[in-house]
T-cell receptor, first 109, second 112 residues
Framework: QKEVEQDPGPLSVPEGAIVSLNCTYS??????FMWYRQYSRKGPELLMY????GNKEDGRFTAQVDKSSKYISLFIRDSQPSDSATYLC?????????FGSGTRLLVRP | KAGVTQTPRYLIKTRGQQVTLSCSPI?????VSWYQQTPGQGLQFLFE???????NKGNFPGRFSGRQFSNSRSEMNVSTLELGDSALYLC???????????FGQGTRLTVV
């Protein structure tokens, strides 16, 4: 079992939809979590960084961490075609990040 | 504020050759990590350096090595290149461990 599991998608939604991206993790140590967005042939771009359980909001993005169920989510409100990309969740562990496999999102105009 | 800079952006090498990739972290960042990204394996951790010391190393053969200089700039080297080393190599920097990590645009290595 991978330490961070993520549905690869692809996930296709209409413009304006609320998008929910999810990851589960299996090791409870070192509980910092990050969400990255990666466009094709580019490096990952940090979207959200969170440590504690609960919600963290930044513009149209909300990161949610539920440590009791080892579940992390990223919500995108009012999705735009420019949000079409691969979204990666990551967990901090002993001076490294462990990544999920990434979810490919397509927002249709 | 300048981001993480990786050079070169693209490389084509022949099997058996060696290659050196460079990473300049964000000013003030002392931790530099390297990752390999392939379609099949995703993002895999190579190694992490902090103040010129390697603190963690991923599960890669000894052909993969790295170092960090006193100005926090880092290099990674791959010797005796194999076709399977073709990948996007990404560098990330952070102030220290357990803080936000920012990635460069990567070096795309093609081994032929």
């Amino acid at each position: 079992q991978k330490e961070v599991e993520q549905d690869p998608g692809p996930l296709s939604v209409p413009e304006g939809a609320i998008v929910s991206l999810n990851c589960t993790y299996s090791n409870s140590a070192f509980q910092y979590f990050m969400w990255y967005r990666q466009y094709s042939r580019k490096g990952p771009e940090l979207l959200m960084y969170t440590y504690s359980s609960g919600n963290k909001e930044d513009g149209r993005f909300t990161a949610q961490v539920d440590k009791s169920s080892k579940y992390i989510s990223l919500f995108i409100r009012d999705s735009q075609p420019s949000d079409s990309a691969t979204y990666l969740c990551a967990k901090d562990s002993s001076y490294k990040l462990i990544f999920g496999s990434g979810t490919r999102l397509l927002v249709r105009p | 504020k300048a981001g993480v800079t990786q050079t070169p952006r693209y490389l084509i090498k022949t099997r058996g050759q060696q290659v050196t990739l460079s990473c300049s972290p964000i000013s003030g960042h002392r931790s530099v990590s390297w990752y390999q990204q392939t379609p099949g394996q995703g993002l895999q951790f190579l190694f992490e350096y902090f103040s010129e010391t390697q603190r963690n190393k991923g599960n890669f053969p000894g052909r993969f090595s790295g170092r960090q200089f006193s100005n926090s700039r880092s290099e990674m080297n791959v010797s005796t290149l194999e076709l399977g080393d073709s990948a996007l190599y990404l560098c990330a920097s952070s102030v220290t461990a357990n803080t936000e990590a920012f990635f460069g645009q990567g070096t795309r290595l093609t081994v032929v």
